[in-house]
């Protein structure tokens, strides 16, 4: 069964620092790995997606890279801004089922001005 | 081309009513696809359906809970007798047939229940 972990669960930062967000899973047969932003009471937008066969994918000022053999994906993001706090989730779905996805426990960013 | 769209947005319930939620897929999507977010806890699978099938039900509760998608017309997530523990988001995400590497699952705006 496969888990997702983030970490860390809480992160505040200063406007302007870069920062590296965590995800990591235990199943490494996965079909892709997705990065979501959800704002409070909100849905949720996809920010980047990375099929298992890449390495990274980058939009923006993020920057998502994956490593299925460490079990491990990160989410850069750039000169941060305070229209960047929201709650960062990554989720995989496996090979067979590629809707059935499994989330993290997501990361709320602060980014104070 | 519209993308999922979950209505309604919020709703209201009574314990002991029954509550249903729509979803309507992307255009030319035949997988749909249902989550809860309870509160304070991450989103959780329920179940996975085709065009008048359930493929995979592994998330859904044994009780009370039910999940639909006909032939024409939306899916529609359906609480028997809610109770307070019911209030959550509900998110329906749809999807292609897997025809190449890239498919992807596309997610609704969600449907924010409230059992009072």
């Known amino acids: 069964k496969q888990e997702v972990t983030q970490i860390p669960a809480a992160l505040s930062v200063p406007e302007g620092e870069n920062l590296v967000l965590n995800c990591s899973f235990t199943?490494?047969?996965?079909?892709?790995l997705q990065w979501f932003r959800q704002d409070p009471g909100k849905g949720l937008t996809s920010l980047l997606l990375?099929?298992?066969?890449?390495r990274e994918q980058t939009s923006g000022r993020l920057n998502a890279s994956l490593d299925k053999s460490s079990g491990r994906s990160t989410l850069y993001i750039a000169a941060s801004q305070p229209g960047d706090s929201a709650t960062y989730l990554c989720?995989?779905?496996?090979?067979?089922?590629?809707?059935?996805?499994?989330f993290g426990q997501g990361t709320i960013l602060t980014v104070h001005p | 081309n519209a993308g999922v769209m979950q209505n309604p947005r919020h709703l209201v319930r009574r314990r002991g009513q029954e509550a249903r939620l729509r979803c309507s897929p992307m255009k030319g999507h035949s997988h749909v696809y249902w989550y809860r977010q309870l509160p304070e806890e991450g989103l959780k699978f329920m179940v996975y359906l085709q065009k008048e099938n359930i493929i995979d039900e592994s998330g859904m509760p044994k009780e009370r809970f039910s999940a639909e998608f006909p032939k024409e017309g939306p899916s529609i997530l359906r609480i028997q007798q809610v109770v307070r523990g019911d209030s959550a988001a509900y998110f329906c995400a749809s999807s292609l047939p897997k025809t190449d590497v890239n498919t992807e699952a596309f997610f609704g705006q969600g449907t924010r229940l409230t059992v009072v």
């Open positions: 990375i099929q298992s066969s890449q």
């Open positions: 199943d490494s047969a996965i079909y892709n």
């Open positions: 989720a995989t779905p496996p090979r067979t089922s590629y809707g059935k996805l499994t």
